[in-house]
């Protein structure tokens, strides 16, 4: 079945420090991904997405490319903000699936000032 | 208005106690979801609605009920509630869900319930 592999948490860095996130998946079809943040007692949001291979998302100072020969979508962003502390979740949706999609287990980002 | 609202914020009920959880989007979409998140847990899904057509439900119990009154609305009727059902509720929607995968979901802020 589909599934998605993030990095486990929590992870703690400085103000201005240079973020990166591991994602990876596994898919039968051909999928779609995405991040998603969630602030603190709050929703999911959309933060980028990429559709096809090589695509590169991009929002907010965040990054990521869909990379199809090693199945990842890290998620990286040069310098993050305290602002940016929050829980971040990779998905993927393959049009094969009923349009479900299927999430990592999310990372737990603490920014300190 | 790209914005799915949800109502209540916050709810705790009694286990023999019946209530509703309600969402809105006005952005003409015509799939809505329910998802069921734990603490520091990913979303879990619960039901599908495609053009108001309860499309999936992912074996949820009986004591919680979907309902699509027209393309804008999503209530989740609950009844007959257990302690280990107390998570956030969301609602999202998208343009559609059965053809594309590049749709995205929008999500609402949710509802924390508490069922003690």
């Known amino acids: 079945g589909d599934s998605v592999t993030q990095m486990e948490g929590p992870v703690t860095l400085s103000e201005e420090a240079f973020l990166t996130i591991n994602c990876t998946y596994t898919?039968?079809?051909?999928?779609?991904l995405f991040w998603y943040v969630q602030y603190p007692g709050e929703g999911l949001q959309l933060l980028l997405k990429a559709t096809k291979a090589d695509d590169k998302g991009s929002n907010k100072g965040f990054e990521a490319t869909y990379r199809k020969e090693t199945t990842s979508f890290h998620l990286e962003k040069g310098s993050v903000q305290v602002s940016d502390s929050a829980v971040y979740f990779c998905a993927l949706k393959i049009n094969t699936n009923a349009g479900k999609s299927t999430f990592g287990d999310g990372t737990t980002l603490t920014v300190k000032p | 208005d790209t914005e799915v609202t949800q109502t209540p914020k916050h709810l705790v009920m009694g286990m023999t106690n019946k209530k509703s959880l309600k969402c809105e989007q006005h952005m003409g979409h015509r799939a809505m979801y329910w998802y069921k998140q734990k603490a520091k847990k990913p979303p879990e899904l619960m039901f599908v609605y495609s053009y108001e057509k309860l499309s999936i439900n992912e074996s949820v119990p009986s004591r919680f009920s979907p309902e699509c009154p027209n393309s804008s609305l999503l209530n989740l009727h609950l009844h007959a509630l257990q302690p280990e059902d107390s998570a956030l509720y969301l609602c999202a929607s998208s343009q559609d869900w059965a053809l594309s995968s590049y749709n995205e979901q929008f999500f609402g802020p949710g509802t924390r319930l508490t069922v003690l």
């Open positions: 898919a039968t079809g051909y999928p779609s």
